[in-house]
């Protein structure tokens, strides 16, 4: 109710705020602002218009957005915006700590959240964060996220068995590394999530080659390798480069490991400078630097050190500082410059330490120990070495724990299937008595209603395959006529009884009576309401993607459904018309989630592959009985998307189960 009367107050005593704004006035709004509701308002309108956009400013009015809701006790609210910050603060502004200070904020009246999916979602949120601070701690949130989510939010619960697979991965914990990824691939599996199967498919393939299963790894990333490039997912394709080029590095292919190096590099190189790639771009670059130093080669290593110098500026992620401190630190040992080596050499350890790199760190020793024996410090150096062999012995020791584990693994499972194998022969001997004679039984009777049966179906096919055409150009040319009629009266209504009301406002104005002045405001406002509800004229005006965007936060600022979205460029892809229906399959989904689902979420996914779009729609709500809803002849909701769907030549796919929430799937032909 509060809301409501917020949204009226705004309405009238601010009649310009229906008209796209910039930040400016909305900040200004918000600092004079009395009324608490007002002031939330006004600061979730900066934070949305300036999302992706202007991150000091979307995470300055953040924090003042939830250290308002915490003050009101709006802890929902507090946590929506905590949840919707941490990624901004860890990744693009590199202030992990900060973002964990932020959600400890909140999680501190948790006793307050009823929503499972948020608690859940902010401890997901924290263990993010804490996966670039301290990696235990992390797989402590993804645990609690684990115990808060419910069943219902199976999209988040994938997320979150995959992010503890790889922190346990990155400790070097592999069999619950190995654990979680499964779980993690199963999830997306069932919800057909392809990208992430294939994140979860990564961490599996990173443990086999952990485990010095070079052979086992290269056959499953190879796997990976033509998955990314059949789903078009280039951007994965480096690190998959990369980490075979370690293995055949391990393995003492040199040859082998250049070319897979050069193979990410020619990905990495093939967008515009603006784009790059950094935190990547350094990595390959400085291991190829490390590469020719080993070799001396000192002027190929001296061209891909001041790239990598270069790039380092723009990067202030851990993982990025350490892979630069080791190429600088190898490169200068390889000129023989020990002292600049030693400085480099003890910051990739004080880099491995802080992100519980075991592989770093056991770098880190040995070529610490290798730079203090050159420079004739062998105290130092045989503790260096010390470390390095007690680390070392501990990971031959895990190594060889795990891959008795993996062995044992493959054991059992054989044992099984021979035991399967040998229950199936005894029933099959066991049946294969009376399957003489069910045979000629089954025969009999079959050829018996072949006869009859041939010529029936045949008839009914040809009735059913020319009803159906007839159907499906009547309901397409139903559509057509439809989309056309609504942008014939929403014309009408805009330049028709649109510029009558505004004559009637300017006659207002000029009598001087500022009560019927707001009533006509008011009745402007809902004549270009439905006339944008009739027709989408932004789709002329931005573009469907912008479009759809647009739609999505305003679903997202002005409801309680909380939407995240992965959203490709579709703009110039299709026809006019064809755009109208797409807009049109999006819009009538998530009005079916409002009306419908009672969901807490909903995630939208639009995807641009080689030779179509996929369009895919998920909510954690109370989901349906498809084929009792498709059948009910009140329910027009479905078979609309099917017709639009058919329209645009494309299929439509429905995954829904009372209480399991539903997924959409389109896809379209370009």
Do not use: C
Not at 9 to 23: E, R, T, W
Not at 231 to 256: C, P, S, W
Not at 279 to 303: C, G, M, Q, R, W
Not at 536 to 545: H, K, R, S, V
């Amino acid at each position: 109710m509060k809301n409501l009367l917020a949204l009226f107050v705004i309405s009238f005593v601010f009649p310009n705020l229906g008209v796209a704004q910039d930040v400016e006035y909305y900040k200004k709004l918000a600092a004079a602002a009395q009324n608490t509701e007002i002031q939330l308002l006004a600061l979730d309108s900066v934070i949305s218009k300036t999302f992706q956009e202007d991150d000091d400013t979307f995470v300055d009015y953040s924090i003042q957005y939830i250290d308002l809701a915490k003050d009101v006790d709006s802890i929902e609210k507090a946590a929506r915006k905590a949840m919707n910050l941490q990624f901004t603060i860890t990744s693009r502004k590199n202030r992990p700590e900060q973002a964990v200070s932020i959600i400890n904020g909140v999680l501190a009246h948790k006793y307050k959240i009823k929503d499972s999916f948020l608690l859940g979602g902010l401890y997901l949120k924290r263990g993010r964060a804490n996966f670039w601070i301290d990696l235990k701690k992390a797989i402590e949130d993804y645990s609690l996220a684990l115990e808060n989510f419910s069943p219902n939010d199976s999209i988040y619960l994938a997320d979150v068995y995959l992010f503890k697979g790889q922190a346990y991965s990155n400790l070097g914990q592999f069999v619950p590394a190995g654990e979680n990824y499964k779980k993690a691939y199963d999830y997306y599996e069932a919800l057909k999530d392809y990208t992430y199967m294939v994140h979860a498919q990564q961490g599996i393939t990173t443990m086999f080659s952990m485990n010095s299963f070079y052979d086992k790894a290269k056959e499953e990333r190879d796997k990976i390798i033509e998955k990314l490039k059949e789903l078009n997912l280039n951007n994965f394709l480096v690190v998959e480069y990369y980490n075979q080029a370690l293995d055949y590095g391990k393995m003492g292919n040199k040859k082998l490991q250049l070319e897979y190096f050069n193979k990410a590099i020619e990905i990495l190189d093939k967008g515009a400078e603006t784009q790059r790639d950094y935190p990547n771009s350094i990595l390959v670059h400085a291991k190829l630097a490390e590469y020719f130093a080993s070799e001396n080669a000192i002027d190929s290593a001296t061209k891909h050190i001041k790239l990598v110098s270069e790039w380092n500026e723009n990067v202030g992620d851990v993982n990025s500082q350490l892979n630069y401190n080791s190429a600088i630190a190898k490169y200068h040992f390889a000129l023989g410059d020990y002292d600049t080596a030693l400085l480099h050499a003890q910051k990739k350890l004080e880099n491995s330490l802080s992100y519980s790199y075991t592989d770093a760190i056991l770098e880190s020793y040995d070529l610490l120990a290798e730079i203090y024996s050159k420079k004739g410090d062998y105290k130092n150096s045989l503790e260096s070495k010390k470390a390095y062999i007690t680390i070392s012995d501990s990971i031959y020791n895990r190594s060889t724990a795990n891959a008795l584990a993996y062995y044992q693994t493959l054991y059992e499972t054989e044992k099984k299937e021979r035991d399967l194998v040998e229950k199936n022969t005894n029933i099959q001997l066991l049946e294969k008595d009376n399957e003489s004679f069910k045979k000629v039984v089954a025969f009999s009777s079959i050829a018996l209603l072949l006869l009859f049966g041939v010529i029936l179906l045949f008839r009914n096919q040809q009735n059913l395959k020319n009803n159906k055409i007839l159907q499906e150009k009547f309901s397409q040319k139903l559509l057509v006529s439809q989309e056309e009629e609504r942008k014939r009266i929403s014309k009408d209504l805009h330049d028709g009884l649109g510029q009558r009301l505004l004559l009637i406002k300017n006659k207002v104005i000029s009598n001087g009576d500022d009560a019927t002045k707001k009533m006509v405001d008011h009745a402007i406002d809902e004549v270009r309401t439905i006339s944008r509800d009739l027709h989408p004229f932004q789709l002329q005006e931005m573009g469907i993607t912008k479009a759809i965007q647009h739609t999505l936060t305003q679903i997202d600022e002005n409801t309680t459904l909380f939407i995240s979205s992965e959203i490709d460029n579709i703009d110039n892809l299709f026809s006019p018309e064809q755009e109208v229906n797409i807009y049109r399959i999006v819009q009538e989904s998530l009005n079916n989630v409002l009306k419908h689902a009672k969901a807490e979420a909903s995630k939208v996914s639009i995807k641009k592959l080689t030779n179509n779009i996929v369009i895919s729609i998920k909510d954690n709500g109370e989901g349906f009985d498809f084929s009792e809803k498709y059948q009910d002849i009140k329910s027009l909701g479905l078979k609309t998307l099917l017709e639009r769907t058919k329209f645009l030549n494309g299929q439509m796919k429905v995954q829904s189960k009372i209480n399991n929430g539903t997924s959409l799937e389109f896809q379209f032909p370009i």
